[in-house]
């Protein structure tokens, strides 16, 4: 009895090994997601940083989103998810303004999807200047006083430039990308698949792998 109580242990742990090591070999470094040289410091060091990078304008990215939230819905208390805007023109900069806009006045809940919806889905809305991003946040019940205070402010500008100088660390290549703890770029292409859930697969394993290093 006892002979065969220990002979399954040992199955079961080959079998949990067979598992960990199957998922091990699942995703490789340098093909499926990329190392960064120097780490980007995250904002807490006690939690598992998850980035996306992303632009209002992307097709892509819209059609994420919904994927997006409902990943991170499920994620545990040691993950939190923060959205970083690509600005690669001047377009992609007056919406990353808008994204901090909206963050520094409190209602980016509320406009996040507006957002996407309006360059996606509703052409007769139009963001192409700053005039245009006013009218915008102002329909969506925005003050307007408030909305200029903060819109070219030092706080939103700032934020703008370490998006850009955190993109280009990262060395993205397009949106949506994702950036796991400030180590790991990862994207659709590198995933090897063409869903945008491949990418998040990779993203699990990858919090899974700081998970353990750091023993918890």
Not at 90 to 116: C, I, N, R, W
Not at 146 to 175: L, P
Not at 192 to 205: N, P, R
Request: charged share 25%; with cysteine; proline share 3%.
């Amino acid at each position: 009895m006892i002979k065969r109580f220990l002979a399954g242990l040992m199955m079961a742990g080959l079998l949990v090994g067979g598992v960990s090591t199957a998922s091990a070999a699942a995703f490789v470094e340098g093909k499926n997601y990329v190392r960064l040289d120097k780490p980007l410091p995250t904002r807490d060091k006690t939690r598992i940083e998850v980035i996306e990078f992303f632009w209002y304008g992307c097709i892509h990215c819209f059609h994420f989103e919904p994927t997006l939230k409902a990943w991170a819905s499920k994620q545990a208390d040691d993950v939190y998810l923060q959205g970083s805007p690509a600005l690669w023109n001047k377009a992609m900069s007056l919406h990353a303004q808008a994204f901090y806009t909206a963050q520094a006045l409190g209602v980016l809940d509320k406009l996040h999807e507006p957002l996407f919806a309006a360059l996606n889905v509703e052409p007769k809305v139009k963001l192409n200047d700053e005039g245009d991003v006013e009218k915008f946040f102002v329909k969506h019940g925005v003050d307007k006083e408030a909305f200029r205070k903060t819109f070219n402010s030092f706080g939103v500008t700032s934020q703008v430039k370490q998006a850009d100088a955190r993109a280009r660390t990262t060395g993205i290549e397009g949106t949506p990308e994702m950036l796991v703890n400030g180590r790991y770029r990862v994207s659709s292409r590198l995933a090897g698949g063409q869903s945008m859930e491949q990418m998040l697969k990779v993203v699990d394993f990858l919090i899974e792998q700081e998970r353990a290093a750091r023993g918890s």
